[in-house]
């Protein structure tokens, strides 16, 4: 089950969207405005966030940002009838899993959630802290810690495949299966955007003199996490 | 045949025309003074100063006419850029605040039809897969509107790599329509550099063409790599009775009927903004071929 900040200034969209995410055993609240859904995401503490990015009193993408700094311990999902490029990378780049555009397909939002849930009871199973030499990954909190000692944060598709591969880690995981499990059905990236991805987590793992994690290629087949110090 | 829009530049057109005028008839109108100016001594064989003033009263108020002119053939520009930038916006904020009412239409609709599936009447159940149909129509004739006055607007694309062929298929599924699909190409995870939802609107478009225009609803699609591109070759069994040469001009329809005249034409924009190409080729049985960069290409 899911604790589910709807934000959405559309009456009927945003009570349809509560009522039958309630429906389907979610924890949902619902805020109308920009005011109102900081009062919410402080009091719920919800684990998933359902943002539109035009609201009477604020930009969603700036609200967004503000909740990013208060908490990273949660999925951000913009539901938005804005569909250029510019305003998606920002939102991607404020930490968003994803961005849809309106009017979406509800087959599309319920494939997202299944995903979400998933992920997250994959991330329940592993520890709060994971420590390998100077190196340590936060997989709840969307971050790592560098050989320098720096905290990065990661996307959510990021940590996703960090931990996709920490899981399976000294087995190669064929490129195929990075993207059926981190895109889904639905999305049809190319193996070289699973490749811009690793390029960031194989700079964390290089930060590290001793190597304590390598995440190298395997020719043809995919990415292989290997764990060195324990 | 290479898609080439008459209105492609056509304020830059207006402009450099203007400009040609405006420049054309100041030298005109100098070069006539200079000539009367040069020559007065043999004009003025009686009454010199007469003629001096004639010329020079004569002369600037041609020059000054003439400025003036150019002057409000430039306002005129100007004006007609403002009107353009003003309506491309209006349409753009229209589309959006039709959007979201529209995803709230859909989304009713599906709950709607989620509930009617367990009840087992055939006739509601029909009409509601209508109501999301119909939903799904509006919602790519928007797209449409909106590519395009973004387009206009010098509006970029997010380029990146994606896999061509289940794209298409989900394309097709997501419009689930009764169009058969005959996909071949030798490797089936052959990639392009493609904006998303650009492309996505280029397929549907094609899709929905055949559907619209073609009685028979099969359709060939052959992919193949060439050097650093991707080349898609579609064809249905439609029959196209207009002028070939006017295709892909914005607002064009040969069936005024059918369509809105600017899917083609939004098609060709987006290719090229994808450093790729459509050319449009036999007579009656048209085959449309869609040029891509290859996702291969892209450095991380």
Redesign the interface.
């Known amino acids: 089950m899911l604790n589910i900040l709807i934000v959405e200034d559309?009456e009927?969209?945003g009570s349809?969207?509560e009522e039958?995410l309630r429906g389907l055993g979610h924890k949902c609240v619902w805020a109308k405005s920009g005011s109102e859904a900081t009062l919410l995401f402080k009091k719920n503490s919800p684990n998933l966030v359902l943002m539109d990015i035009?609201l009477p009193d604020t930009n969603g993408l700036k609200l967004a940002s503000l909740f990013r700094k208060e908490r990273k311990d949660f999925v951000l999902l913009f539901?938005s009838?804005?569909?250029?490029?510019?305003t998606?990378?920002e939102a991607l780049e404020i930490g968003a899993e994803d961005y849809i555009?309106?009017?979406?397909?509800?087959?599309e939002l319920i494939l997202r959630l299944e995903r979400i849930l998933k992920t997250q009871a994959s991330f329940e199973t592993l520890p709060e802290e994971i420590v390998h030499g100077p190196l340590k990954i936060w997989f709840r909190r969307y971050e790592v810690k560098d050989g320098n000692g720096n905290i990065i944060a990661l996307s959510q598709k990021e940590c996703a495949i960090l931990e996709l591969l920490y899981k399976k880690h000294n087995v190669a995981v064929p490129r195929e299966e990075i993207i059926e499990k981190i895109w889904g059905e639905?999305k049809?990236?190319?193996?070289?955007?699973v490749?811009?991805y690793i390029?960031k987590l194989r700079k964390w793992c290089e930060s590290d003199p001793n190597r304590s994690i390598e995440i190298q290629s395997i020719r043809s087949i995919g990415y292989k996490l290997t764990i060195n110090h324990e | 045949m290479k898609i080439k829009n008459p209105f492609d530049h056509s304020s830059v057109l207006l402009l450099s025309l203007s400009l040609l005028w405006a420049i054309v008839l100041f030298l005109i109108g100098a070069w006539w003074v200079y000539l009367l100016m040069h020559y007065e001594n043999i004009l003025a064989h009686t009454d010199r100063l007469k003629i001096t003033k004639m010329i020079i009263w004569e002369g600037g108020s041609f020059i000054i006419l003439l400025l003036l002119l150019s002057v409000s053939f430039l306002l005129l520009y100007l004006k007609d850029q403002r009107k353009t930038k003003s309506l491309q916006a209006f349409f753009a904020s229209l589309s959006h605040e039709l959007k979201t009412p529209l995803a709230s239409i859909r989304l009713q609709s599906e709950v709607i039809n989620e509930i009617l599936s367990s009840k087992n009447d055939p006739t509601l159940n029909k009409l509601s897969a209508r109501l999301i149909e119909d939903t799904g129509k509006l919602e790519t004739q928007m797209d449409k509107i909106l590519q395009l006055s973004r387009i206009e607007r010098g509006g970029e694309l997010n380029l990146t790599t994606l896999k061509l062929i289940p794209f298409i298929k989900n394309v097709a599924k997501k419009l689930g329509n009764s169009l058969s699909i005959d996909i071949d190409s030798i490797n089936p995870d052959i990639s392009i550099v493609a904006d998303e939802f650009a492309l996505e609107l280029i397929i549907k478009n094609l899709l929905e063409n055949t559907r619209i225009h073609s009685k028979s609803q099969n359709v060939k699609i052959k992919i193949e790599e060439k050097n650093s591109d991707v080349i898609l070759i579609y064809q249905d069994e439609g029959e196209f009775m207009g002028d070939k040469s006017k295709l892909g001009t914005l607002f064009y329809k040969f069936n005024s009927s059918k369509g809105s005249g600017i899917g083609l034409y939004l098609t060709n924009k987006l290719l090229d903004k994808m450093k790729g190409e459509l050319k449009i080729s036999g007579d009656k049985n048209l085959i449309f071929t869609l040029r891509f960069k290859s996702g291969e290409d892209l450095r991380a």
Do not use: I, Q
Not at chain 1, 81 to 86: C, F, M, T
């Open positions: 559309e009927n969209l349809t969207l039958y035009g539901l009838a804005l569909n250029d490029p510019e998606k990378v555009t309106k009017p979406f397909a509800l087959k639905d049809f990236p190319s193996n070289r955007t490749d811009n390029v």
